[in-house]
């Protein structure tokens, strides 16, 4: 059975720093690379970041300059490192395993593939 298990969420002021981990069982995540998306109430699920399993990376541009995704193969865990955030950076993030090259920019979140659970993360004023 494939389980991602996304932690690292929390509240934070604005100008802060969060870190997001994605860890699987059951598939190996260099295989396929993963995607980190985030909705947040009355949004769709967009795409934030991307890694592919040669580990070329995508960032939306929102995020870009401020956010660093990361795959650990040895720990099978991707990651999703963000600074400066902003309070509309404020959702909930899920992980996904790569379907497709590139991901789709927005997506029904948690409708077709391997997904998390999500982390929340609250960016405050």
């Known amino acids: 059975e494939v389980q991602l298990v996304e932690s690292g969420g929390g509240s934070v002021q604005a100008g802060g720093s969060l870190t997001l981990s994605c860890t699987a069982s059951?598939?190996?995540?260099?295989?396929?690379?993963a995607t980190w998306y985030r909705q947040s109430p009355g949004s769709e699920c967009e795409l934030v970041s991307a890694?592919?399993?040669?580990?070329?990376?995508y960032y939306t541009e929102s995020v870009k300059g401020r956010s660093t995704i990361s795959l650990d193969s040895a720990k099978n865990a991707v990651y999703l490192q963000m600074s400066s955030l902003k309070p509309d950076d404020t959702a909930v993030y899920y992980c996904?395993?790569?379907?497709?090259?590139?991901?789709?920019?927005?997506?029904?979140?948690?409708?077709?593939?391997?997904w998390g659970q999500g982390t929340q993360v609250t960016v405050s004023s």
């Open positions: 996904a395993v790569n379907q497709e090259w590139p991901p789709p920019t927005s997506t029904v979140c948690r409708d077709v593939g391997y």
């Open positions: 059951g598939f190996y995540l260099d295989a396929a690379g």
């Open positions: 890694i592919h399993s040669d580990y070329t990376t």
